[in-house]
């Protein structure tokens, strides 16, 4: 075949059933687990103004480097969303609804990142965020329902880690001792990491670079840095997880991506990608937020799930499967299709998945078509059939396979009933 002119973008996919519907699937178990404890959709735009994204933190890749964005015919600066956090604050602060509020979305997001396994250009995630509360409870809560989506996915390997960057003057002392420390010993990191420490020292915590691993190591520790309070809300955190005997280990080096987080952070890691890619999922609280947006001082606590890469764990760990998409009954027709045109609407309104071939085809390629659909069975019509009122069940699996019978028209519909309960 001849390479077409257009394909899809660089980090850009058609999802082609039958993973379309599990895609659907996804979100459909995620919004059960969810809405079973009390929060609900939000749908917001996919594209915002820039400065709502710029809230994110001017020293992030997502926002410096990653963003989509453009002006468009109105003269407005725009970006399609790399996040949804951003978004839902902005829709806090604009319909202040009453708190907590607890919502779920999901849908794509765009970053312009370097395209490979697990990471691409246009993602999936769902994401749930509680504004308005600062009860460490509330962090176990959104914490939990993460881990219980996985479970349900049937994913095994997955690794909580939970971290805490304390209060703002906390994670603010902590960063100028990270900086201090890393500019005494800049001759030994990477190239890459001596850039970021010109930008924000708490991000070279984040370079998976072999060559900077001792040095992260030997680091300061945030929690050497925890005021009573925020060490306290902490090991509230902690205790409110092992009451759930939901397994955690506290990792002081997981600062996460994006600038927004105070106390709480936490990821979701698989155990099958690699490492550049293994985070599943990840979340905390960003207490600032809401009022970088314009709202009122009010915090929030939440997580975003990658739907692609959770899913590239599931093939791994072969669980969650596409669910199928067969019809029960396929309609062969050889007296051209009018026949065919009735039945299949007959059977649909009888809440059965019904499909059919077209084109006059022959009756051998009908039946091939019949046997492709995965249908249990066929009904069949030719000339005879029609004649007599009649139609041909036919099994197309299992035992009974090819043990057709001739049943009066008027019978179809409950006999199909019968034989597919
Ligand atoms: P994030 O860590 O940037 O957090 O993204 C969450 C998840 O989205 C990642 O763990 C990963 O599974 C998936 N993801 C991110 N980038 C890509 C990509 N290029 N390709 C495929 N998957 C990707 C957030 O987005 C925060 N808004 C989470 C949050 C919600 N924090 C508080 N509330």
């Known amino acids: 075949m001849a390479v077409p002119e257009f394909q899809t973008s660089p980090g850009m996919r058609d999802i082609l059933a039958p993973e379309s519907a599990r895609w659907r699937a996804f979100v ?10 009390g929060y609900r959709q939000l749908m917001s735009p996919l594209l915002e103004d820039l400065g709502v994204f710029q809230r994110i933190g001017e020293a992030t890749d997502v926002v410096t480097k990653e963003m989509y964005d453009f002006v468009d015919k109105g003269g407005r600066h725009i970006a399609l969303r790399p996040e949804l956090t951003a978004s839902i ?25 370097r395209p490979q396994r697990g990471r691409y250009r246009q ?25 219980e989506f996985y479970r349900a996915l049937g994913l095994r390997q997955v690794t909580l880690l939970v971290n805490s960057l304390g209060e703002p003057e906390d994670r603010a002392r902590y960063v100028e001792a990270l900086r201090v420390y890393f500019e005494a010993n800049v001759d030994a990191l990477s190239p890459e990491s001596a850039v970021t420490l010109q930008k924000n020292a708490l991000r070279v915590l984040d370079s998976k670079r072999a060559q900077d691993a001792a040095l992260i190591a030997a680091a300061p520790h945030i929690a050497e840095f925890y005021s009573a309070e925020a060490g306290a809300f902490f090991e509230a955190v902690q205790s409110g997880l092992r009451a759930l005997e939901i397994p955690f280990r506290v990792d002081a080096s997981l600062v996460r991506g994006l600038d927004y987080y105070r106390h709480t952070t936490f990821e979701f890691q698989g155990g099958t990608l690699d490492s550049a890619q293994n985070a599943l999922g990840g979340g905390g609280r960003y207490d600032g937020l809401v009022e970088s947006l314009g709202g009122p001082p009010t915090p929030g606590v939440g997580f975003a799930l990658g739907l692609d890469r959770t899913l590239i764990a599931c093939d791994d760990e072969g669980v969650f499967a596409p669910p199928s998409l067969n019809v029960d009954v396929f309609v062969v027709d050889t007296t051209g299709g009018l026949e065919a045109l009735r039945i299949t ?3 649909r309104a009888a809440g059965m998945r019904v499909d059919r071939a077209y084109e006059q085809r022959s009756m051998k390629g009908q039946m091939k078509a019949a046997d492709r659909s995965g249908a249990k069975f066929a009904v069949i019509i030719g000339t005879d059939e029609l004649d007599k009122a009649a139609v041909v069940v ?18 179809l519909i409950s006999y199909l009933q019968k034989v597919l309960s």
């Open 28 to 37: 459909d178990v995620f919004a059960r687990i969810v809405e079973a404890a």
């Open 89 to 113: 604050c902005r829709a806090f602060v604009q319909h202040r609804p009453p708190t907590p509020w607890k919502v779920w979305s999901a849908g794509s997001q765009f970053r312009y990142e």
């Open 123 to 147: 993602f999936d995630q769902v994401d749930i965020e509680v504004l308005g509360s600062d009860d460490p409870y509330v962090d176990v809560e959104v914490i939990a329902l993460g881990w």
């Open 345 to 347: 609407a007959d059977v």
């Open 394 to 411: 036919r099994p197309l699996r299992g035992e009974r396979a090819n043990d057709q019978s001739t049943i009066p028209r008027v019978d």
